[in-house]
């Protein structure tokens, strides 16, 4: 399993960048994830990211886009202003989760 070093930690990776541990993520990290990707975190990108975490908890997969409209409550329309182009790779990246199924 790869591994990178992410502000001074070794963290478990996926060929694609991924944390491939969930609990290896805290917001510290979440921060340095965003900067790598040019994401500037704000209260309504926070919200997104302790959402999927915690739907991630109960579901034990991570949340499309669609189920973070319709249970997260944030619509996809703000998705993509808060995480420009792939807003469902980027928010799980951000959160420490795998892909969500479909993302290519």
């Not at 919200?47 to 996809?76: C, H, M, N, W, Y």
Request: glycine share 8%; net charge neutral; charged share 25%.
């Amino acid at each position: 399993m790869p591994t990178t070093t992410i502000n001074g930690r070794e963290i478990a990776v996926d060929a694609e960048g991924f944390l491939t541990d969930p609990s290896q993520w805290d917001e510290d990290l979440a921060l340095v994830l965003a900067q790598n990707i040019g994401i500037e975190m704000t209260d309504a990108h926070w919200k997104v990211i302790r959402f999927l975490r915690e739907d991630f908890a109960k579901q034990g997969e991570t949340a499309t886009t669609r189920r973070v409209q319709s249970v997260g409550g944030v619509p996809t329309k703000e998705q993509f202003a808060l995480f420009p182009k792939k807003p469902a790779k980027k928010m799980a990246y951000i959160a420490g989760l795998p892909k969500p199924r479909g993302c290519v």
